[in-house]
């Protein structure tokens, strides 16, 4: 099991990732659509896990819908590269 210390660490670090996403998509000349949901889907992942150490049910709800969306995302970028190379 993880500790409080490790999943403070590791929400931290999706946080990081969350933000640095969102960033990304807005300054960004750019935005790589694999790269931008891959982020937040990785950064959301590392948050729910910090969560269970550190339960709070808003947080974890939110998360699921974030990684919703994010999964949502990868699949139209994985649609639309399909389409494109077609």
């Known amino acids: 099991m993880i500790d409080g210390f490790s999943a403070n ?16 998509n807005v300054y960004g000349r750019t935005v790589n659509a694999f790269v931008y949901n891959g982020t937040n889907l990785l950064g959301a992942l590392l948050l729910t896990l910090s969560l ?19 999964v949502g995302g990868l699949i139209k970028a994985w649609r639309n590269r399909a389409d494109q190379i077609s």
């Open 9 to 24: 660490v590791i929400g931290i670090a999706g946080s990081i990732l969350i933000v640095s996403a969102y960033a990304y």
């Open 52 to 70: 269970l150490v550190h339960f709070n049910l808003a947080s974890l709800l939110l998360e699921i819908v974030w990684i919703i969306i994010a």
